[in-house]
């Protein structure tokens, strides 16, 4: 019976009794005891309501709270990947438009490393005088990227910054002193169905390492000694690229695309290295695994199998006034590679070919090769090795002998945070007597860690912080 009838029952028995005279005292007595049960069995109902409604009003707040955890789990989640937030992290410090057509993202690469080099000559008669052991600290890269989309998401661009105390294939020093450069200054249209085209300076398409962002992505640290003698770098150009989901192809038109040891960027129409026509070209086939996979050169434990070739083709036509007329400025260069990644070992080969070489005689055709490889022997810690040869020893005479050139790089890197947080221990050891004289396209000498001239052994300890 429900609390309602039971009270319209007390309240009706309670009028009629008291329309009933007091006849007699057994009689009283009866309707004492009948409305002391009555209050007692309205007393359990009430109990018995209120816990009820305890039980219900529990249970919606429960349901309350597994609705809040839900939406908060939900918002952190689109939050990641900026479906409506306007700030966060994703790879990169980022803040956006509530409908996601104008973007900023914050990119940044550290490190700092100390190296030291052995050469052959005596204690007194070291390199500029000094003695044959040189040591010290450098803050060898520090460069800051501002990347993202403007009126809607298919107009990206791309803008970099460098301070960095040595000279690498895609960041030239000039003199050699530390200094501040421009790293990437480019628009990208994307037209969909994988096509796109950019404009300004930019990676040219080449050889491996070109399609690599920075060099934190690089295995060892740095660029190998392959990719700063024949690397094309980065030039201003525009440049067309179709991206499949097995194949890749870009192609461009720049101002110059290899230069010689000064790694000259044609910032204007009328530099007087530019050339009439200058021209890069890579195509890759994707046999197995995910483009993003070979962003980066280390293969991580736990990733599924990759297997990539390529292969990059560059040429330039030069003008009458370019200022290196006694010199082949005007190469035809082919590479080929392959990489391979294992899920915590990876391969990489290339080899080039070209009919010259900036500083040599032109009649000279050189050629080199390169073979790189890492291994995991714990979750974080990485062993690696890398063998570049090459023969850019041209006709001689006054038109340069560069001789050949062999070294090995082998070392190991701790990852505390995969690529985001590294340290690298590598040794560089010249494998002949030539490679301390041998020519370089961008002076790789200091950038790798060695003084260039009769290195014996040469020993770098970096901290990679990149984000």
Known sequence: MSLTKFVGLLAGSTLT?????????????????????LKAEIAALKGNQGEQWLTEQRADQIRGVVQD?????????????????TAGYNNGFFISSADGNYSLKINALEQVRFVWNNTYQGKTDGPDGNDA???????????AFFSGNVVDPSWKYLVGIAYDSQSDPYVSNGDGDPA??????MVTKTFGDGFSVS???????FTVESNLFNAGSTQMGDYSIFEYMFGAGQQVGAMAKLEKDAFRVSGGWYNIVQTDVSGTIG?????????????????????????????KESSFKGEEFGLLIGGGVIWQNGRAQNNDSTYNANPLGLTADAQAKFGGFNLIGQFLW???????????SVWGFNVQGGAFVTEDLEVFGAWAYADTAGDGGDTGSFGTTNYLQTGANWYFAKNSIKAT??????????????????????GVGLTGEDNNFSLVCQLQVMF
């Open 199 to 205: 404009v300004g300076q930019m990676n040219v398409p």
């Open 133 to 143: 052991n040189q040591w010290g600290f450098e803050n060898r890269r520090t460069q």
């Open 354 to 364: 070209q009919d010259g070489y900036p500083g040599t005689d032109s009649s000279s």
């Open 267 to 295: 910032q204007s129409w009328d530099n007087a290295d530019n050339q009439s026509i200058a021209i890069a070209s890579r195509a890759e086939y994707k046999v197995a695994g995910t483009w993003d996979q070979f962003s």
């Open 425 to 446: 221990v590598m040794g560089i050891i010249p494998l002949n007597n030539d490679a301390a004289q041998a020519g370089n396209l961008r002076g790789f000498e200091g």
């Open 17 to 37: 009794l008291t329309g009933v005279s007091y006849a007699a005292v057994e009689g009283n007595n009866d309707t004492a005891t009948q409305i002391s049960e």
């Open 180 to 185: 501040f450069n421009l790293y990437y200054a």
């Open 69 to 85: 955890v839900l939406a908060d789990s939900n918002t952190r989640s689109s939050f990641q990947q900026a479906g409506g937030a």
